[in-house]
């Protein structure tokens, strides 16, 4: 039956090979059978700039998408909140298109709407300042224009920080406001969410307005992989088997 796979939160790096290997098995032998692959953000721990497509590592992965694309599955890629600096040169070399944070696609006769899902983690608020400072396109060209090695040393330094900072907020903080939640699906009118983000993977179900819907977390992929298999029947979650 055709079908689409959805992954997110990999946080790819070379200190965790094992989870590496596992991604490759999952490209050559689950997403083969797939019509699409969506990677819902946090594909990589980090991105500095589409010029460290030279970094090894970086290349490995993205060689692998483009052997997964040119096998025939179509893959979409989105911003997370690690890897929003992804451009156009690194989707051109993977074979890949870039998917806006939020969109609605049409799932096998199911409008579906995907997200990343920092947005929906509203009761975070130093975390949404944060985020609308470096999304915003000028802040972004003024730090693209730093030398890449300078980037990397600024990222490590965000990341400690923000390890930091999370082991003192509530985790209530961390996950969804379900306002927010209800907002999107309202927003959007589609009976059907999947993001990825807080690492709580689960369905949930929500009555907005009279409609029933569901939401899919996706896992993270720290420890093991795992993936929503969607068709026309609806969406199961799968783990990824080492």
Not at 108 to 127: E, I, K, Q, S
């Amino acid at each position: 039956m055709p079908h689409s796979l959805f992954i997110s939160d990999l946080h790819l790096c070379p200190t965790r090979p094992h989870i590496t290997r596992l991604f490759e098995r999952f490209l050559t032998e689950t997403a083969p059978k797939a019509d699409a692959l969506y990677i819902l953000g946090d594909l990589l721990e980090y991105w500095a700039g589409d010029d460290d497509l030279i970094d090894p590592f970086n290349l490995h992965i993205v060689r692998a998408l483009r052997a997964a694309a040119d096998r025939g599955t179509r893959i979409h890629v989105m911003h997370g909140n690690r890897d929003f600096l992804l451009g156009g040169a690194f989707v051109a070399e993977a074979g890949a298109a870039l998917l806006p944070d939020p969109s609605v696609v049409n799932l096998h006769g199911a409008p579906t709407l995907l997200m990343h899902g920092d947005t929906l983690c509203t009761d975070d608020r130093d975390y949404q300042r944060f985020r609308s400072m470096v999304r915003d396109p000028q802040w972004q060209a003024d730090f693209l224009a730093r030398p890449l090695a300078a980037r990397k040393t600024t990222i490590e330094e965000l990341r400690r920080r923000s390890e930091a900072e999370k082991s003192l907020k509530a985790a209530e903080i961390m996950d969804v406001n379900q306002q927010a939640v209800a907002a999107a699906l309202r927003e959007h009118g589609t009976p059907r969410l999947i993001h990825g983000h807080t690492h709580r993977p689960a369905r949930h179900v929500h009555r907005i307005d009279g409609m029933l819907c569901e939401r899919w977390v996706l896992p993270d992929w720290y420890e093991a992989g795992g993936y929503l298999r969607c068709d026309a029947e609806g969406c199961a979650a799968f783990p990824v088997s080492a």
